[in-house]
């Protein structure tokens, strides 16, 4: 049995729930930088996914939960806009010269995460 998917819809809870994974995510790049002393960060590799980097972008951090390349799909959920690389020092600060702001959509809803770049707290508006 064949089933075509004509269109998949999502709903605000999607949205909700890769907002939040994408906060924990940029927590634990944080962290990683800290705990591991070296540079760990996040960056877009599309419009649908995303990767928590070691060293530099490009070079995929491992995941503690799998241990393979710590890429990561949002789809459906899309990036909009200008999505910024953060990188953390070994201090947990973020290289930023300004917060960095990373909006997600579902095509209808949209949330916004902010991380300080003075001290690299995650914020959703």
């Not at 070691?54 to 995929?60: E, K, M, R």
Request: aromatic residues 8%; proline residues 4%.
């Amino acid at each position: 049995t064949v089933t075509a998917v004509r269109m998949v819809k999502t709903s605000r809870m999607d949205l909700d729930a890769v907002s939040k994974v994408l906060r924990s995510n940029v927590q634990l790049a944080q962290d990683m930088a800290m705990t591991h002393a070296a540079v760990y960060g996040f960056t877009s590799l599309n419009a649908t996914s995303y990767q928590i980097f070691s060293g530099a972008a490009g070079t995929p951090a491992r995941n503690p939960l799998t241990g393979g390349n710590f890429n990561v799909s949002i789809a459906p959920i899309q990036f909009v806009g200008v999505v910024p690389s953060i990188s953390f020092a070994t201090t947990g600060k973020p290289t930023l010269a300004a917060d960095a702001v990373i909006q997600l959509s579902d095509g209808v809803n949209s949330i916004r995460v902010r991380v300080a770049r003075t001290t690299g707290y995650v914020s959703f508006e």
